[in-house]
């Protein structure tokens, strides 16, 4: 253990955590704010947890990888709230954009912190041992995965799995994977807790995880069967946004006359929104998205719903009113669309990943590639992918520009982290 964190910011660390005694007695924690009378001479080891925490809250996040390998009693206290309390109290936690990418057996993840980095740092977690983690098993589960964030930790969810991923020491643990198989459905996180809708033929079931006792439960049946839905979640509400239509008709559609078209069924799904609140257990007024098109890609941040809708050839930009305490709930409000290319040519090879990340939505083009945008930047190929980075500022109303992803993430699904 010692071999694996030899970095000299710890050398003095360390020598003080392996006293000469090999069998050290059973660690009980301290209850923070208790007031301990040290004796001369005391080693690290011999600190209580309040003291030690504020030490060890106070490394470097290049540092942080290190720390569960010096000792259990360490990886208890990173994994602890007190010691992301007290990251956040000395202003070390910033919110990074992740983009996790899925290979034959392992997660590519690449990080990117706004107004900090000038280019994205690349790097592979190999999940721990497990017989659903076998060669080629792994990318059949989690090729259309959906990313949820709790914490620092990062939940990837596949079809019939799921890995959790800590953003702090890259170590990836499996997880209990859903009741039922899903594809290209919807998550998001509500109240500590994640939420699913959509992808499945075989119910139209909304499950819910709590990450404490690594359990999933169905909480409710959605209205809708939706497919390639995006899921958000503001002021105790899941929404489940977009999408095409999944099997036969359920719950509310019912309600729909039955001489309705089945194009126009079509258009109810793929620019509408299904509301749940999760505290109340009961599903809340459908919204759809003025002037209708095609949801492509959907966030939540600061209380609003972020809505990138298309029109065939041309793009709308759209926010929606989450807070249910404001009178302005449930209200749209058109904003400036992204700077693409006038005519610039969607269809399905072509995805966005929608993120939300304080004031600012940050669009990526995790796949496909934009025919226009090669052509003015010279080339001529056709079907390269761009990895285009744009960023909306929320305050100013304004797009710009942020570096593009790398090569070697593709296919990505993004999510923001404040680690």
Not at 7 to 29: I, V
Not at 152 to 162: C, D, E, F, N
Not at 305 to 332: C, M, P, Q
Not at 355 to 377: A, F, M, Y
């Amino acid at each position: 253990m010692s071999d694996s964190c030899n970095s000299r910011h710890f050398s003095w660390l360390m020598k003080s955590c392996f006293p000469n005694n090999q069998h050290p007695p059973p660690h009980h924690p301290t209850p923070i704010g208790t007031t301990t009378i040290l004796p001369t001479g005391t080693t690290i080891a011999e600190l209580p947890d309040d003291l030690l925490l504020e030490c060890l809250s106070r490394v470097t996040h290049s540092s942080l990888p290190s720390l569960p390998l010096v000792c259990c009693r360490w990886s208890l206290l990173l994994d602890s709230p007190t010691f992301h309390l007290l990251r956040h109290r000395h202003n070390l936690l910033r919110l990074t954009l992740f983009a996790v990418s899925v290979s034959d057996g392992a997660l590519c993840t690449a990080s990117y912190r706004l107004n900090n980095d000038c280019s994205w740092k690349i790097c592979s977690f190999t999940p721990a041992n497990d017989p659903v983690f076998e060669h080629g098993c792994f990318y059949s589960l989690f090729s259309h995965s959906r990313l949820s964030v709790i914490g620092r930790k990062i939940y990837v969810i596949g079809r019939t799995a799921m890995l959790r991923c800590d953003t702090w020491t890259g170590l990836v643990v499996p997880r209990q994977g859903p009741v039922f198989p899903r594809k290209k459905f919807a998550a998001a996180v509500v109240g500590g807790k994640i939420y699913v809708a959509g992808g499945c033929a075989r119910a139209a079931a909304v499950e819910e995880y709590d990450p404490t006792s690594n359990t999933w439960s169905v909480v409710a049946k959605a209205p809708r069967k939706r497919y390639g839905c995006v899921g958000a979640s503001v002021d105790g509400v899941f929404y489940v946004i977009g999408g095409l239509k999944l099997g036969g008709a359920s719950g509310n559609e019912m309600l729909v006359a039955r001489g309705s078209r089945a194009s126009d069924a079509a258009h109810v799904y793929a620019s509408s929104m299904d509301l749940y609140d999760t505290v109340n257990r009961v599903w809340l007024k459908t919204r759809s998205v003025p002037g209708g098109g095609c949801v492509v890609a959907a966030c939540a941040t600061a209380g609003e719903i972020y809505v990138l809708s298309s029109h065939a050839v041309e793009l709308s930009f759209w926010k929606f009113n989450g807070s249910r305490k404001s009178t302005g709930f449930g209200d749209w409000c058109r904003i400036k669309s992204p700077p693409l290319p006038a005519q610039v040519r969607l269809d399905s090879t072509v995805r966005f990943s929608c993120v939300g990340i304080g004031e600012k939505v940050v669009l990526v083009q995790v796949n496909g590639c934009i025919d226009d945008l090669l052509r003015r930047s010279g080339r001529i190929e056709r079907g390269m992918k761009e990895g285009l980075v744009l960023v909306y500022d929320c305050v100013a109303g304004e797009w710009s520009r942020a570096a593009d992803l790398p090569e070697v993430i593709r296919r990505s699904a993004c999510v923001c982290v404040e680690c």
